[in-house]
């Protein structure tokens, strides 16, 4: 907090309102120079490396392994040898213990797992500690109770394990997208080998440190890193049984094309372009705060980001008035404050595609607002921005920015509402704010996302299903509906 000012005796008024810095300590994090890849409990060397860095600073942070085929076979053979010797075969509750133990030490560590995703990343420490590091010991947790009630889930049908699972997962939540894949599919006695995103591999090696502390055999999970090449071949291993994929809509179809009619079983979870609907009689200084947590959480990288405003004309003027007044005391800045609320953008590649569809939405004719913030010299930034006046033809109203970038539309009744909110490739998540129950059930019915928030944005629960409609994807990851990508059945 700035000095107090107390000219001649008055009240104590602050001069400004400008947060001091508070960084969180990097201390807890020891990196090593390089990483190898996970193969049946060990660490192997790839010949191939690249450097991976931090997005705010472009500082370097290690060495990683760029997998080849062959190192992707190592793993998928270690895979499977560890499902066929013991684990498929192990009873319920003792593969339980190893995912509820795996759970505890991931909140034991947790500060130590938050801070390096905010390095690797660029996401805020108050997100990754408060988010991401809860969410994913969540999910284990959740997922341990499953483990030996199988049974009861999915009664007189027999559940049994399907075998190896290649996971391929982005770069947007490292650690939680490795909870969502890999909890369900241990819990259900499958083994795994999961590639984590080319830029933010560091909380999965990490993680291979919390498999070897909570002694789950050899085998059970392999990591393997490396670019989309590592990704393809997982996807074209024979020895795999089952693909789950979080990622882009363009390489989810590359990966359905590859796979069809070669029986290997297939979830995809891929883009969004989430309409936030925000009716004239709700709690407008609430739906403010749901529409800057839909949009600049985790800088926009999220799938199921709120991107599209759609305001009812009759609040159109007040709501985007507060709206712009919000931004304005948004923190835009160095990802280990805990002050700060929009961290960095994740690679060079993603700022890149943000400015040229921001750019497209100038041209095109829609008005840009973006606060007065100053942005770091280093790394890769960008500022809060708010389109207004735009039309639903627009790239930045149909396409994924996958940034911190609003597109504002307005509506007038309930059902243009919904024709608008449809009217995109996707369909993944939607909102709607309103006072009233019996619309919000009403809109739920006809609105085509996975998941509708009501008065509320951006929450998530390891039991609450999770997944899209049309092109963002199919399957469900999360609850009971999360077991069933990972189980075949003997009926
Ligand atoms: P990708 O779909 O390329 O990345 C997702 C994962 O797939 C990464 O691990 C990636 O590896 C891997 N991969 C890349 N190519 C292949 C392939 N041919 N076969 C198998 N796996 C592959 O997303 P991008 O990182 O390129 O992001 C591009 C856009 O995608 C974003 O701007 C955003 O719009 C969208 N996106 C959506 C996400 C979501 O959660 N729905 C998440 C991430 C991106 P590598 O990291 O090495 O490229």
């Known amino acids: 907090m700035a000095e107090l000012d107390r000219p001649g005796g008055s009240p104590a008024v602050p001069d400004d309102w400008t947060y001091a810095p508070a960084p969180e300590s990097r201390d807890i994090v020891r990196l090593r120079e390089r990483y190898g890849l996970f193969v049946g409990g060990e660490w192997i060397e790839a010949k191939e490396t690249y450097e991976t860095i ?3 600073s472009e500082e370097p942070l290690a060495v990683i392994g760029q997998a080849s085929a062959a190192d992707v076979d190592s793993a998928v053979t270690a895979a499977r040898s560890a499902f066929a010797n013991g684990w498929s075969s192990l009873p319920g509750s003792e593969r339980a213990k190893y995912l509820f133990r795996i759970a505890r030490i991931l909140q034991e560590r947790a500060r130590e797992f938050a801070v390096l995703e905010s390095m690797n990343g660029g996401k805020p420490i108050k997100e990754s500690r408060d988010v991401d590091l809860p969410l994913a010991a969540a999910h284990f947790f959740y997922y341990a109770g499953w483990a030996d009630k199988l049974e009861y889930a999915f009664p007189n049908r027999r559940p049994r394990p399907i075998g190896v699972a290649g996971q391929i997962i982005p770069w947007n939540f490292p650690l939680l997208m490795l909870a969502w894949k890999i909890a369900p599919a241990l819990a259900c006695g499958n083994t795994v080998v999961l590639k984590p995103a080319e830029t933010t591999p560091l909380t999965a090696l990490l993680f291979c440190d919390v498999l070897r502390q909570a002694e789950l055999p050899a085998g059970v999970v392999n990591i393997v890193t490396g670019d989309g090449r590592t990704g393809a071949a997982l996807v ?5 049984d089952k693909i789950a994929f979080t990622g882009s809509t363009e390489v989810g179809k590359a990966i359905q094309r590859r796979l069809a009619g070669t029986g290997t079983k297939l979830t995809l979870e891929l883009g969004g372009k989430a309409a936030n609907i925000v009716f004239d009689d709700c709690a407008l200084d609430q739906a403010v705060e749901g529409i800057v947590n839909g ?7 999220v799938c199921c980001a709120g991107s599209r405003l759609l305001a009812q004309e009759s609040i159109y003027e007040p709501l985007v008035d507060k ?4 931004l304005e005391t948004l923190r835009v800045g160095d990802p280990l404050d805990k002050n700060t609320d929009v961290g960095a953008i994740n690679s060079a590649m993603q700022l890149e595609r943000i400015r040229e569809l921001v750019e497209s939405g100038r041209e095109e004719g829609a008005e840009i607002y973006q606060p007065p913030c100053r942005l770091p010299e280093k790394g890769y930034w960008f500022a809060p921005t708010v389109f207004t006046n735009v039309a639903q033809s627009y790239r930045i109203a149909q396409e994924e920015i996958f940034g911190p970038v609003l597109s504002v539309l307005t509506f007038r009744t309930p059902e243009e509402a919904i024709e608008k909110a449809n009217n995109t490739p996707y369909g993944l998540s939607a909102g709607v704010w309103t006072e009233k129950g019996s619309r919000i059930l009403w809109m739920a019915q006809r609105l085509r996302a996975g998941v509708v928030w009501a008065n509320t944005f951006n929450r998530f629960d390891p039991s609450s299903p999770f997944g899209g ?7 469900r990851e999360g609850g009971l509906h999360g077991l069933e990508p ?6």
Request: proline share 3%; hydrophobic share 25%.
């Open 469 to 475: 409609y049309k092109e963002s994807g199919f399957g």
């Open 323 to 326: 709206l712009k007044r919000r």
């Open 236 to 240: 074209e291993h024979e020895g795999v």
């Open 295 to 301: 949009i600049y959480f985790n800088q926009g990288h």
């Open 54 to 56: 931090s997005p705010a």
């Open 486 to 491: 990972y189980l075949r059945f003997d009926e």
